[in-house]
Structure formats: C-alpha cells, structure tokens
C-alpha cells in the first residue's frame, strides 16, 4: 500500500445540520443501552464479577484476578477495575448496567469521529446509526459482562493507529498499544488484536518512531503486573488442578 492509497484526515468543522444528527443518533444509541436497566439479564458470571468489583470499589481488597474462565482458569483483572468505578460513585447494581451502556454508547460516538476523520461526514453517519441500532450491539450492551467493554477500547485501538501510523503523529503509539493490552486484558477474544498492532508496525515500520513503542509497551506490562502476582502465589497449583479437572478433560476432547 502506498502513501497515496492510504486514506487521508478528512476533518471539516461540522454544520449545524451534521450536529443535529449525531445528536440524534448518539441520543438513540443511549435509550437502547441504557434505557430500563431493570431489564438487564443477570446470573452467575454477572453476579461474580459485580461482587469482586464492589470489594474492589468499597476499599475492602485490590483484585489481582478477575473471575475464573469457562475452562477454570482465571480472567485479568481489568474488568472487574473497570466496574469498580462507577460503583464508587453509586453503590447500585444499577451503576454497572448503566456504566456497560454509557461506555458502549461512546463507542457510537468514537465510530462517528474515525469514519469521519478519513471518509466523510456521510459514511460515519451511517456507521454510527448502523451500530446504534445493530440488535446484537445492542444487546451486548446492556449487562454486566467483560466482553461488553471491548468496543470503546477496540475504537480507541484503531483511531491511535491512524493518529499514530497514517497521521504520523507517533506519540499516538503509547494510547495505541495501551487500548491493545486493555482489550486483550478484559478478554482474550482480543488476541487478535495484537497479531495486527504487529503487522500494522511492520507495514509501517519507516514512519515509526521504536521509543514510542518502547514507553506504549512498558505501560502495558504495567497493567499485566497485578496479573502475575497472581500467577507467581498460585505456583503451579493451579495449573494441576485444571489438569486434573473434567474441564481439561472436555477441552482436550473438544
């Protein structure tokens, strides 16, 4: 790909008709998600995460894991930090549903703006509507579950990569690879993500400048830490009990 087939910052001040719009459909994303909260599914894996984020919120421990896996295996402990905070403000169940629709809510918002920035007013409108609307985005908005707070960072992801990587503006890489380790932290189906930071680096690799990369990857390590204290007090306990469990049995039959 050339710097000519790249797609180019797009930025115009936006019209009062524009502003109009976005407000609507940003108004229609929030009464989607954060609309009757009452009505927000709620079972084990909800009721988990909640208590170790009210811990976590009233000053009772610092979790150091999430809640275990599918397989048994522990979570990062990124989600459960991230819905402590609006408990510290409101000490409801209703704060975290809320905070899941707030967050998911931005998320229209921050399609809106990179749409926008490269192609045009007109595409990031559909966009937004489109993910306002989208039933599955909707419902993946509206309860507490770790996989619901990925889209705000999968965005913030991809608008540092163009910031950073197309704009060449390379202090961007820091908040890039930073959303990259807080998605992969709140749940591993953002694995993904980092198999392209590492291509989109090495497709770009003349426009990087490494000391950027250097400071966004230290920062991530960071995160991690908590995680592998975690790691290091279980020792290899852990591990044999999943072993030795009926989950490691399903899984390698699986």
Known sequence: MTNDQLPKSNYQLPTWLEVLAVTAVLTLAAVFRMGWPGLAEFKADEARLLALAWEMADGRAFPLRGISSSVGISNFPTSVWLYAMPLVVWG????????????????VGLTYWLVRR????????????????????IMHSRKIWAQNLLLPFVLGWGICAGLALVEQRQRWLIPMLVCAAVAVQIHLAAVSILLATAVLLLIFRQRVAWRWVGWGLGTAVVLVIPFLIHVVRQGTRGLVAFMRSDRAEQCWRF
């Open 92 to 107: 409801h169940v209703y704060a975290a549903v809320l905070w899941t629709g707030l967050l998911n809510t931005a998320a």
């Open 118 to 137: 490269y192609w045009g007013w007109q595409a990031a409108l559909v966009a937004a509507f489109m993910l306002a609307v989208s039933p599955w985005a």
